[in-house]
């Protein structure tokens, strides 16, 4: 753990060879810049545990290199977008301890290559339905 503070700069979109980046556990505040949709090489990306707030940039969709993607406990809001499923490569999606709402996508389900989802504390619609269908 540091104790790095402030924004996460937008200039971290210049590092274009970036594979992992790990800012998880700081105090770290504001929006998830929208230039780490910029990573093409990013792999992980983990920035739990911090400040950070708003809703998730939707050009993070993008990275369709991503294997790991951990966002929890940093206050984030508003849905998880259906473009989701672009993250074709993604094994293990934490998102829990946020203030997600809205419909469960259904998306989710096409990313064969997901191993562990967290999204414990989400208050997301539909998806006890989509999980758990009962047996006839």
């Known amino acids: 753990m540091n104790n790095f503070g402030g ?56 990275v369709t290199t991503l294997r790991e993607l951990n966002i ?18 993604l094994e293990i999606l934490d998102m829990r301890g946020n203030n997600l709402s809205g419909p469960f996508p259904r998306q989710i389900l096409n990313i064969t290559s997901l191993r562990e989802l967290y999204l414990g504390g989400a208050s997301l619609n539909g998806m006890s339905a989509l999980l758990f269908k009962p047996k006839l």
Do not use: C, F
């Open 7 to 62: 924004n996460v700069p937008r200039e971290i979109g210049n590092i274009t060879q970036l594979k992992e980046l790990y800012l998880h556990q700081n105090n770290l505040k504001g929006d998830i810049p929208k230039e780490i949709g910029y990573l093409n090489y990013l792999e992980v990306l983990s920035m739990s545990d911090n400040n950070l707030n708003g809703r998730l940039p939707r050009q993070l969709w993008n």
């Open 72 to 89: 929890a406990n940093i206050s984030l809001s508003g849905g998880i977008p259906k473009e989701i499923d672009n993250l074709n490569n």
